[in-house]
């Protein structure tokens, strides 16, 4: 049965980051949310010894037992096969939600759990650099468009800038039954998320944004795949999986992330191998996704500055909007 008070399990996999407490209490200090249960997932044994001193005894807080290291996607499957909620939603461990975040996407999951094919239910996220105290603007800067491809949403014509199409882990909620069927993929070093995704777009689900920014995404994190320059292993999943995508959405993709992580390695051999599988595509990427590739000269050290600009900007554009209202009241 389908309502608002329905029970949502949270996954939280860890590899034992001392941001794992702060990610726990943004998740009990949700603001009118249905009943929670935490379920925590340590990476191996090393991870649970560094979580169990962060973490207070509570009945709706659970901590698996994980043997050895198995990788943050099996530790979300093993989260979902333990969860007793009729909902599933996801929180990376140096990341944190916003008070009213359960609140809102449980009424958008209501309203489209009758109409759509198992809705998968994101919201806006704002994204921080851990050694700041600026927020970015509300991202992303435009929501899925229905019978728009996953793929071509955050892949075709993707840029440098902060708001680009985006659907972070932290952000998702759907319903157990869908998380039990269609699992996160553990073989997989990188692009797990997206990989995940565009899976459950196969299987017929369909993603909304919640109106209401619910996450604040920590970048730069320590020991962060996506920090990773492993050019090979983004080639070598676009070759797995892209054969049916749009031909210059694969371009994008291309230009924007193989081509970014060879930069950043500084590995010329890799550049090469990616520009001639570009040429052989036979499709010129956009060139707001090739600036996107060659930021991979300049390394992720941009982001911080790119995100602090952002929120700056977003900032003033808030002190004139309520100027601007004061002024109409007077």
């Not at 109409?115 to 921080?128: N, Y």
């Not at 998320?193 to 920590?218: E, P, T």
Request: with cysteine.
């Amino acid at each position: 049965m389908i309502h608002a008070a329905m029970k949502i399990s949270v996954v939280i996999p860890t590899t034992g980051r001392k941001s794992l407490a702060r990610a726990v209490a943004s998740v009990f200090a949700q603001e009118g949310a249905p009943p929670v249960q935490v379920i925590v997932v340590p990476d191996g044994p090393d991870a649970r010894r560094a979580v169990a001193p962060g973490l207070a005894a509570r009945p709706d807080l659970v901590v698996l037992n994980v043997v050895e290291r198995i990788g943050g996607a099996a530790c979300r499957n093993l989260g979902v096969q333990a969860a007793d909620g009729e909902l599933v939603a996801f929180l990376d461990d140096d990341d944190e939600w916003l008070p009213t975040k359960l609140r809102d996407q449980v009424a958008e999951f209501v309203s489209h759990a009758e109409a759509a094919s198992e809705p998968i239910i994101g919201c806006f996220s704002v994204q921080r650099a851990e050694s700041s105290e600026i927020d970015s603007r509300p991202v992303p800067a435009r929501a899925p468009q229905q019978g728009q491809p996953l793929q071509d949403y955050l892949f075709l014509k993707r840029g440098i800038q902060v708001g680009r199409a985006s659907l972070f882990t932290s952000t998702l909620l759907l319903s157990r039954q869908l998380a039990a069927r269609v699992p996160w993929d553990p073989s997989l070093e990188r692009h797990q998320d997206w990989d995940w995704l565009l899976r459950l777009q196969d299987a017929g689900s369909h993603v909304y944004l919640a109106n209401c920014v619910g996450a604040r995404i920590f970048v730069n994190s320590s020991a962060s795949i996506s920090a990773s320059s492993n050019w090979q292993r983004s080639l070598r999943w676009v070759d797995d999986h892209g054969s049916n995508w749009n031909p210059i959405t694969k371009a994008d993709f291309i230009a924007g992330q193989p081509l970014r992580y060879a930069l950043q390695a500084r590995d010329l051999k890799g550049v090469g191998t990616v520009l001639a599988r570009l040429l052989r595509s036979g499709r010129m990427p956009h060139i707001q996704t090739v600036m996107l590739g060659l930021a991979g000269i300049a390394g992720r050290q941009h982001l911080p500055a790119l995100l602090q600009r952002s929120g700056r900007v977003q900032a003033r554009q808030s002190s004139r909007s309520s100027r601007l209202v004061s002024d109409s009241q007077q």
